[in-house]
Every structure is written in structure tokens, then in C-alpha cells.
């Protein structure tokens, strides 16, 4: 797979096509980066991005994973410490994950972010963007509890993260659009740089189809899971047999398949007794997704399948924080 490629399948925007294919023009030893809040145990939410880091360090970029213990704080997340603690776990997670060590590094938001310099390029920016035009920004991470200010220096911060790390592209969800535009249109007001970004998909809610899956509301599937959790929730998971069912509904059945199994297994066994038609294999999840559409493929087969693969994607890090936590 060419670098261009890599750094852009399974992605839902990228801010610009010509700025991404500049950098895959001459990937190697580039920086990207992703911010995460620290909590402790990941998602799949956590992983879609993984994910993507993968592809980038497949491309022979360096990847920076930023805890960004001071932007959880900010979202009142915790105390330092508990932020710390839960950040520690979250490190062994990637790794085990499958992030290259040696071309992973990371980094406490904590370490540069309370330092002079940026602490006044901070105020400058402040200076520099309505509140407004921050709150707007911010809309899709914080929901829409009342704001307050830390919640207006959230992006700001977010905005010199991506100077101060130096870095090449920045990665994140697509609920993480709006701040790399706030980005891209205040870094050179400073004087910086500005750098291009990736947004990947947010998946579907498991059971309905619709919106997103989180954590906070409906199945989310964590690290936590044990392979009967697994099974039970993905068996209850929304799988018409198409991939664009009517309205504003999606299958999240086919979009962890997409974005989740096939990015990371050469190939995808179904296995079915001989009665049945026995084994299929699938290389690509196109091919996937066309037999589960012409009913080659039963929907219950497929969600064994899905289950199966995320419980091997996500064993090692089960184990890890199984050891962190004893
Ligand atoms: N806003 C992210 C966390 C975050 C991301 C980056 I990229 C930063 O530079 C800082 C924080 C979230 O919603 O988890």
C-alpha cells in the first residue's frame, strides 16, 4: 500500500488533500500526533485513531500521543494525580494495542504546556479570538453543559499544541474538525506554521444504528471487555443485511468491520459448518460487506466473526490492565 494510501484510507476529511499529499510525497521521520484525555481505559473510540496511527508509523512517520492531562483537567476530568494515574494505564494500552514503541512517543500535555512561552502565546491567543469563535469550536467535545472559561481555552491550547510539538499533521475524530480549523486559521496570525490534519469516522451506536457510540450513553466496547461481553453486545448490535440502511442510519456492524477488523488482519475467516457452506475468507471489506448483502453471508455469522476479531484486538491490553490493576 503506497503512503498516500495509508495515511488516508478509512478517513472520513482530510484537511487538505494537497497539503497530505505533499507529506506522503516524503513521509519518513515525520511527526503526528493525537490528544487524548486521559481515562483510563480505552474504547473503541480510543482505537479508531489508533488505528490510524498505525498506518502512519506502517509509512514511516513518528507518532506523538499527547496525554493531555491539563486539557482533562480543564474538562474537569479529575484531580492531576487521578489524571496521571488513569494516563499511565492508557500508555501500556497503545503499546499493547500495537503502537511501535520505537517510533511512539509520548508526551503529558502537563510537560510543555505550563512552561513561559506558551503560557503567553497562550494569552496572545486569547487576545486574538472571540469567545464565540472559541465556544464554537469546542461544541462537539464538551456537549452542551454550560460553558465556562476553561472551556474557552480548551482549543486555544489544543491550537499551540500542534506548534509546540512540531509536528506535520495532526489526527483526531471528527468531532475534533472544528478546532484544527480554528487551528489552521490562528497558527499564522502568530506567525506559526500551518499544519494539515485527518479526521476519522465516528462509529454508529451499536444497538440503534444512529448517532454516535459512546461511553456515556448506549453499548460501548472497551478494553474492559471480556470475550462473553464481547459476544453478548455485539450480538445485540443493529446488522441489517446493507450497508446503507434507510435515513440517518448506518450498520456498525459493517463499520467495525471497515474501520476496525480489516485495517488490522491481512484476512477475515468466517467459519460455518460445511451444512451451512463452510469457511468464507474475505481480504477485502468490500467483498465482506457485498455477500452480507446478498445474503450470502447470515448477519449472525458475521457478528460471531466481528466478535471473535475485536477479542483478539483487544486481549493484550485486556492483560495489561489486568497486570496494572493487581
Ligand atoms: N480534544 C481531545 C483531547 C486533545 C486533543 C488534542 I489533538 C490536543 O492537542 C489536546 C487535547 C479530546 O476530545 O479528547
Redesign the pocket.
Known amino acids: 500500500m503506497d503512503a498516500y494510501e495509508l495515511l488516508t484510507r478509512n478517513v472520513e476529511e482530510v484537511v487538505t488533500d494537497e497539503e497530505v499529499r505533499d507529506l506522503a510525497a516524503d513521509p519518513e521521520g515525520k511527526r503526528a500526533?493525537?490528544?487524548?484525555?486521559p481515562s483510563g481505559v480505552l474504547h473503541l473510540g480510543h482505537l479508531l485513531t489508533a488505528n490510524k496511527l498505525i498506518d502512519l508509523q506502517e509509512a514511516g512517520m513518528e507518532v506523538v500521543v499527547?496525554l493531555?492531562d491539563v486539557?482533562a483537567y480543564l474538562n474537569e476530568k479529575g484531580s492531576f494525580e487521578e489524571i496521571r494515574a488513569t494516563a499511565e494505564q492508557m500508555k501500556a494500552q497503545f503499546l499493547a494495542y500495537g503502537l511501535e514503541e520505537a517510533q511512539t512517543e509520548f508526551v503529558y500535555?502537563s510537560e510543555f504546556q505550563l512552561e513561559e512561552e506558551y503560557t503567553l502565546d497562550l494569552h496572545h491567543l486569547e487576545r486574538e479570538t472571540t469567545m464565540n469563535r472559541a465556544q464554537r469550536a469546542m461544541a462537539e467535545?464538551q456537549g452542551d453543559e454550560t460553558a465556562k472559561v476553561s472551556h474557552l481555552v480548551?482549543p486555544l491550547?489544543?491550537t499551540l499544541?500542534?506548534e509546540y510539538l512540531d509536528l506535520d499533521l495532526?489526527?483526531?475524530g471528527l468531532?475534533?474538525r472544528k478546532?484544527h480549523m480554528l487551528a489552521r486559521e490562528k497558527l499564522p496570525e502568530l506567525e506559526y506554521d500551518v499544519r494539515p490534519a485527518i479526521h476519522t469516522p465516528i462509529v454508529a451506536d451499536l444497538t440503534s444504528g444512529e448517532g454516535k457510540m459512546s461511553s456515556s450513553e448506549g453499548i460501548s466496547i472497551s478494553m474492559e471487555d471480556s470475550t462473553a461481553d464481547l459476544e453478548e453486545k455485539i450480538n445485540s448490535a443493529f446488522c441489517p443485511p446493507t450497508r446503507d440502511p434507510e435515513g440517518d442510519l448506518e450498520n456498525p456492524v459493517l463499520e467495525l468491520f471497515e474501520y476496525h477488523v480489516f485495517p488490522r488482519f491481512d484476512e477475515v475467516v468466517v467459519e460455518r459448518p460445511e451444512k451451512y457452506g463452510g469457511d468464507l475468507t474475505y481480504e477485502a471489506y468490500e467483498d465482506l460487506a457485498a455477500d452480507l448483502e446478498s445474503g450470502e453471508l447470515h448477519p449472525a455469522d458475521a457478528k460471531g466473526t466481528l466478535a471473535a476479531s475485536l477479542d483478539e484486538l483487544i486481549a493484550p491490553g485486556r492483560e495489561k490492565l489486568r497486570e496494572l490493576r493487581d
Do not use: R
Open positions: 500526533y493525537v490528544g487524548y484525555e499527547l493531555a486539557h500535555g467535545i480548551y491550547m489544543q499544541d500542534i495532526a489526527v483526531g468531532d475534533q478546532v
